[in-house]
């Protein structure tokens, strides 16, 4: 059966008290909206359809760039959650598969829990997700009977003993396309709220003879974020995942709770994570690995028995190989580091190359950018980089080479040649002597002046 996603992320987002718009705002270094998107990934949607309201512009484009096959839709007023949904149906005229309806600001959903909701799906014509709800406060209260979903009521509408109930609404739902939008486009406005509440479905669903239910999960994963507080807190329980996950899998965390992860942070088995690790967005790390303390990597790829750090960072476009060495306060971005070279200290490899077994010295620096454009530098095989080089691209370093300290390079060296490219040092004899002692006499006079 193909799935479609209707991911609803009109809403303003008012108690954000942001010039952002709600589901643009980031959790683990990416927006909620992309989160919500991936979580829907585990479906293996045909089809994504984001429903935009609110800054619709930002939004299409963070959902374009995530992935540019995304259908985005307006719903220039926002009338309600069925209203919403129905701002999707001619983006899905003719599709006949399943639409499952989730939330730009709800990025905690279990890939499993839809799994789930997809079996349910197999006996059921709607699927509603619930959770019990530690304090039910304002959510829509599902009406069972038995494992039969009577109907969805909201707070608002609510009776006093439907209010009793503890188990709530998530919002997410999933039927079969051309059910959903007949169902939505028979939804009505006559309630406390006077909206158009998608909640209604489940009734209008009964009353035609289609059968409900609703599958659980945990409270958490239904998570919806309206302000910065609960921002942070689906950060922290983003990151309590992230780490739980990492350790089951065979990763060393020494101090999990101070390692960061993001969404699609892979880290191999018997890699060790030191404290204080940061990983932004498009990290692999292999498997025997080891990132050693406050390393900063992002966009880069690490093998196997390469050590990185500590207080090293890795910007997007890094490759290591395996047994690479990269030590601490190096800034490598956008280069290709081979099998067991080594930058150990103080430097600065970007638009770069290094070949296998080169050794690059404390503080060498490649000058990628001559404040119009960037340049490569390529360093080949077993290539000693004195301390103190720098690399002014677009320039070359042959096999075998090696260049001075405290050189300047600017034209490329054939393999095997030694290149010197720094003053010839003179030495004075006395000088510093003579010096000195007419500068102490200088300050002896004018004290005596004053
Ligand atoms: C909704 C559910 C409620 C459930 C709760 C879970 C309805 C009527 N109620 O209530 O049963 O317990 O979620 O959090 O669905 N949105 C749009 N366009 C609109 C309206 C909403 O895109 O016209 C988006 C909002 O940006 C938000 C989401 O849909 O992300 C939910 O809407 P919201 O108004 O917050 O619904 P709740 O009142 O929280
Ligand atoms: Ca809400």
Not at 265 to 284: C, L, M, N, Q, S
Not at 361 to 384: E, L
Request: proline fraction near 3%.
């Amino acid at each position: 059966m193909s799935v479609a996603l209707i991911v609803l992320a009109a809403g303003k987002g008012t108690r954000m008290n942001s010039d952002l718009p709600k589901v643009l705002h980031p959790i683990a270094g990416e927006a909620m909206l992309i989160h919500a998107i991936a979580a829907g990934g585990a479906l293996d949607p045909a089809r994504v359809v984001v429903v935009a309201g609110h800054e619709a512009d930002a939004v299409r484009k963070a959902a374009l760039a995530f992935d540019p096959e995304t259908q985005v839709v307006l719903q220039a007023e926002q009338l309600g959650t069925a209203h919403a949904v129905a701002q999707a149906a001619p983006a899905l005229d003719g599709f006949e598969g399943d639409a499952v309806v989730l939330y730009g600001d709800t990025p905690l959903i279990r890939p499993e829990t839809l799994a789930r909701m997809a079996e349910a799906r197999a006996r059921h014509d709607v699927v509603v997700l619930g959770f019990e709800a530690a304090d039910p406060g304002r959510y829509g209260r599902l009406v069972m009977a038995g494992d039969v979903l009577e109907r969805i009521v909201e707070f608002k509408d609510a009776t006093e003993a439907e209010r009793a109930i503890t188990l709530c609404n998530s919002g997410v739902v999933m039927a079969a396309a051309p059910v959903l939008f007949d169902l939505v486009e028979a939804v009505g406005n006559d309630n406390a709220a006077g909206e158009y509440y998608l909640t209604d479905i489940v009734a209008l669903a009964r009353a035609a003879g289609l059968s409900a239910t609703a599958v659980t999960c945990e409270e958490g994963e239904t998570l919806g974020v309206n302000s910065r507080t609960e921002l942070s807190r689906a950060e922290a329980a983003f990151q309590t995942r992230a780490r739980a996950e990492a350790l089951e899998t065979g990763v060393t965390l020494q101090a999990p709770e101070t390692v960061h992860f993001a969404r699609d942070t892979w880290v191999g088995r018997d890699a060790v994570i030191e404290p204080y690790v940061i990983f932004g967005p498009g990290v692999t790390v292999e498997s025997g690995a080891h990132i050693r303390a406050f390393s900063h990597l992002e966009g880069c790829h690490v093998s196997r028995g390469a050590v990185v750090g500590p207080y090293a960072r890795l910007r997007p476009g890094t490759e290591l190989s395996e047994d690479v060495r990269i030590g601490n306060f190096v800034e490598v971005k956008n280069a290709l580091i081979a099998e067991a070279a080594k930058v150990n200290h103080l430097s600065y490899i970007g638009d770069a190359e290094i070949g296998e077994r080169s050794n690059i010295g404390a503080g060498t620096i490649t000058c990628n950018y001559d404040g119009v454009m960037k340049h490569r530098t390529t360093i080949g095989r077993g290539v000693f980089i004195g301390s103190d080089t720098m690399l002014v691209a677009p320039v070359s370093v042959g096999d075998g080479a090696m260049t001075a300290s405290g050189s300047v390079i600017t034209r490329d060296v054939e393999a095997g040649a030694l290149a010197l490219g720094r003053a010839r040092q003179e030495n004075k004899r006395g000088f510093a002597t003579r010096f000195f002692e007419k500068l102490r006499a200088l300050k002896a006079q004018k004290t005596k002046g004053e």
